[in-house]
């Protein structure tokens, strides 16, 4: 309805603004510390403005505190109106035009068990893909804000004289972001592995799961039939993929982690 696409306008207007004002708060944050700072190197004469020091940041904690607070709040209420149409969406293209059952009809031509757990694909996967989404929007504008803020701080505050070798104005400005397309490199090839294995972790999940429901809806049939040593091997075979899959992923973590670790131990180095 129109009040409601309106409520959820207004909803995502709201975050947004939140989401500048965090911004902003961070950012006089960065400011606040730079001054502390220099009052702790001249404290004397500045009584005056020690107090408007601590005045400042018991506002800025203030500000800080109902924005995470109401945030966090929005950012839920948000998420919850996008998975309920996300949901609704992919629930109506299943129900519609008798999908399901022309689904099943099909795949029993083609001598196949079950689709690829439609149920797990509306309940779960359309949840998940709208909580990634968000995060990867939420990272990259928090990023892009970052950027926007604190490159001219480091723009200003890069020395001319690069270690007395020669000059070049915003150096350090240069060094970081090489040293962040680096980072973001290694990262991406490194761990692209790692969406396949994903994928294919919850898919074999999903299938053990469907293997217990299954025996649950045919319960009677399997009982007359004395089937209970065929699905107990099947389900075994269906464990054994979810435990070949997890030790796979766990020999790319190690060495992806091991990378990344090494990565980090530099940049604190560098930094």
Not at 49 to 65: G, K, Q, S
Not at 76 to 87: A, I, S, Y
Not at 119 to 127: E, F, G, H, M, P
Not at 192 to 220: C, H, T, V, W
Request: charged content about 25%; aromatic content about 16%.
């Amino acid at each position: 309805s129109r009040p409601g696409r309106g409520l959820r306008a207004a909803r995502a207007v709201l975050l947004v603004a939140l989401f500048a004002l965090s911004c902003f708060v961070d950012y006089q944050q960065t400011l606040w510390f730079g001054r502390w700072g220099n009052l702790l190197q001249h404290p004397r004469g500045n009584l005056d403005a020690l107090w408007a020091l601590i005045t400042n940041f018991a506002l800025l904690l203030f500000v800080e505190t109902i924005v995470d607070v109401y945030d966090h709040y929005i950012e839920t209420w948000f998420l919850l109106d996008w998975k309920t149409w996300t949901t609704e969406y992919f629930r109506k293209l299943w129900l519609t035009h008798r999908t399901f059952y022309l689904l099943e009809l099909e795949l029993h031509a083609l001598e196949k068990d079950s689709l690829d757990n439609p149920d797990q694909r509306i309940a779960v996967d359309s949840s998940n893909f709208c909580q990634k989404t968000y995060v990867l929007c939420r990272e990259c504008a928090q990023i892009t804000a970052d950027l926007c803020i604190y490159l001219p701080m480091l723009w200003r505050f890069s020395p001319t004289s690069v270690f007395g070798w020669f000059d070049c104005p915003g150096w350090l400005v240069y060094i970081a972001i090489m040293w962040a397309a680096v980072g973001t490199a290694l990262t991406y090839f490194v761990g692209r592995p790692l969406i396949a294995l994903n994928y294919a972790m919850q898919r074999y999940d999903a299938d053990y799961r469907f293997g217990l429901a299954r025996i649950r809806g045919k319960s009677e049939s399997i009982a007359m039939l004395r089937g209970e040593r065929a699905e107990e091997r099947e389900l075994d075979e269906r464990w054994s993929n979810v435990c070949r899959l997890t030790f796979q992923k766990m020999a790319f973590k190690k060495r992806f982690d091991a990378i990344m670790k090494i990565y980090g131990r530099m940049e604190m180095t560098v930094s």
